[in-house]
């Protein structure tokens, strides 16, 4: 074990090495597509990497042959930015409920994890034939749309049971004895509490729908996402256009993800100045 | 609470009951309605109460041989993830004595979940490829002859990505549970004259089953609801009892892709159902 003090065993050392081995596993292959996305002119899908350029950076907005992906980004962050409102919207207010008892909410949570479970192809299936049905075409912001909150809301009600687990009411009770209204209750001592919790909803809403393919296969209707249009490209383009392509959106991933924790760390920081 | 507020879960709760109804419930009840349509090429569907799909997609033995290989993928990757996930969340919570530093490399390990698999799947090719840098490594080093080609495109490479992406989702729950062990609890066990293994089999291991529970959950229904990983990893030659499913679909044989679709949906919450009577992972996570 490793005690508050006192020499660190040797179990330390082993798992430091394996903690170690797996970071490089995680991380490895993301470090050789960037380095292979600046190849040269050659067009070698492997290393060596022969005279760095850019010319593969300037293939994705010049598209020659290699598909629409501006198209598919203009599909995509619309869509993310949806479902990611929406998520947020959705899965705070419910999480809430879950903190009192209400007629059914076993069966609601079970339906919840039903749908984080059931297959995204399977459930696509489903909402393509809806839509046949009634007669709509399936369309990115409406059949898609559905398909990414049936995935994006469970991971937000489960981050929002995380965080509401720790608000614990007596806080609450506290703010209500000393004469706060209930809307002031909620701005000063709730939503300083939950904050961080709903930006890290946002993103798993964000990410969860940009990067989303079983769920938007079907359900994309004719206009492709940027994750079925990178598929499409898999089988097309045998050229480091698709690393380029995976730098550039791996790099714009790590950007929203920087900004997610450093707003979460912000917050976190200006509560503790204030006591 | 208030006896006269009790309306408000109710309404708090609508949004999702709505978006659940509407793109869960009534997609899901759909796919098992069209499950007992009829097909026949050229006319397309008929509606009707017929078992002739699930009897044609069982009589199949491609069927019997797909779903024999997804389970036993999900076996193999279950195994590696658990050990994998189980020993990092370990060492993060118990061997790391600073929290900030815990939290970054626990961080560390999270982020790549926040970037999309396909690349992440593509970035495999310059390392495992013919030409690929392991290769380069080994056939320069001398250690083999000739570039081995079961590195990529196939059972390895598809079980190394399933491993590559799913681990993710089994460190995070069990970090949370591990999380929540009290320290003491190990240190009077070591000082009772626990040994360290006995330590993490007798209290570590059974207060992080939730965690566990979670992890494998997710893991199954990741593997099992796949088909693209194993497409692009091993390169179109494995199947998985989904192949047949988005084989069935393009050539518009919806019946028998809906009922492929039930019975995986069957065999998942089944799984499903057996580990939350094993965990009440609800009493865990809605307190």
Redesign the interface.
Same mark, same amino acid.
């Given at each position: 074990?490793?005690?508050?003090s006192g020499r660190?065993?040797w179990?330390?050392y082993a798992? $430091?090495a394996?903690?170690a081995l797996?970071?490089l596993?995680?991380?490895?292959?993301?470090i050789?597509?960037l380095i292979?996305s600046f190849q040269g002119p050659s067009g070698a899908?492997?290393?060596p990497l022969r005279h760095p350029s850019f010319i593969w950076f300037r293939a994705i907005v010049h598209p020659t042959g290699n598909g629409d992906i501006i198209g598919a980004f203009s599909r995509s962050l619309p869509l993310a930015l949806i479902v990611m409102m929406l998520t947020m919207?959705? $899965?705070v207010?419910?999480g809430?409920?879950?903190r009192?008892r209400?007629h059914g909410?076993?069966l609601?949570?079970?339906?919840?994890?039903?749908?984080?479970?059931?297959?995204?192809?399977?459930?696509s299936?489903?909402?393509l034939?809806?839509f046949r049905?009634l007669g709509l075409p399936a369309t990115w912001y409406g059949s898609a749309l559905?398909?990414h909150?049936?995935w994006t809301?469970p991971f937000g009600?489960?981050i929002m049971? $995380?965080v509401l687990?720790r608000l614990d009411p007596s806080y609450e009770e506290a703010a209500h004895d000393l004469g706060a209204g209930r809307w002031r209750t909620v701005r000063d001592v709730v939503l300083p509490i939950v904050l961080p919790g709903i930006i890290a909803v946002a993103?798993f809403g964000f990410?969860l729908s940009?990067?989303e393919?079983?769920r938007t296969w079907?359900t994309a209707g004719t206009k492709n996402t940027l994750?079925l249009e990178?598929?499409t490209m898999?089988t097309n383009v045998t050229s480091p256009v698709?690393?380029a392509?995976?730098t550039v959106?791996?790099g714009f $991933?790590?950007f929203?993800?920087a900004v997610a924790?450093g707003s979460i760390v912000l917050i976190r920081r200006r509560r503790s100045a204030r006591r | 609470m208030s006896g006269k507020s009790s309306w408000i879960p109710y309404l708090q709760v609508t949004p999702l009951v709505l978006v659940l109804l509407l793109f869960f419930v009534v997609p899901i009840a759909l796919v098992v309605i069209v499950s007992f349509f009829r097909y026949q090429m050229l006319t397309g569907l008929t509606p009707a109460f017929t078992f002739a799909s699930y009897l044609d997609f069982l009589s199949n033995p491609t069927t019997w041989w797909l779903y024999f290989s997804t389970l036993k993928f999900t076996l193999i990757v279950l195994v590696l993830t658990f050990v994998i996930g189980f020993w990092i969340a370990y060492f993060l919570v118990f061997h790391v004595r600073s929290l900030i530093i815990a939290m970054g490399l626990f961080l560390v390990c999270t982020v790549p979940f926040w970037t999309s698999d396909i690349i992440r799947m593509i970035a495999w090719r310059p390392v495992l490829g013919r030409e690929g840098l392991i290769n380069d490594a080994l056939v320069s080093s001398g250690v083999v002859s000739h570039p081995l080609s079961w590195l990529l495109y196939s059972n390895f490479s598809v079980i190394l990505a399933y491993v590559y992406l799913d681990t993710l989702f089994m460190i995070v729950p069990i970090f949370n549970s591990m999380a929540r062990i009290d320290r003491a609890l190990l240190e009077v066990a070591v000082d009772a004259g626990a040994s360290r293994w006995a330590a993490i089999r007798d209290i570590v291991l059974p207060l992080s089953k939730t965690g566990i529970a979670l992890g494998a959950l997710f893991v199954v229904t990741l593997v099992m609801g796949d088909f693209f990983v194993i497409n692009v990893m091993s390169g179109g030659l494995a199947g998985s009892a989904m192949t047949g499913m988005a084989n069935d679909l393009q050539v518009l044989n919806y019946p028998r892709a809906a009922a492929n679709a039930v019975i995986l949906l069957v065999i998942v919450l089944l799984i499903a159902s057996g580990i939350f009577r094993l965990v009440d992972v609800r009493r865990e996570l809605v307190r």
């Open positions: 074990m490793a005690l508050a660190r065993p179990t330390f798992l $430091s394996f903690f797996f970071v596993f995680l991380y490895g292959p993301m050789s597509l292979l899908l492997d290393f919207l959705i $899965s207010t419910a809430f409920a879950f009192r209400f909410s076993a609601l949570f079970y339906l919840t994890i039903a749908s984080l479970i059931a297959p995204g192809l399977v459930l299936i489903g909402i034939v809806m049905f559905g398909a909150l049936s809301l009600l489960l049971f $995380s687990g993103l990410t940009y990067d393919f079983p079907l994750p990178i598929w898999l698709l690393y392509l995976g959106t791996t $991933s790590f929203l993800i924790l | -």
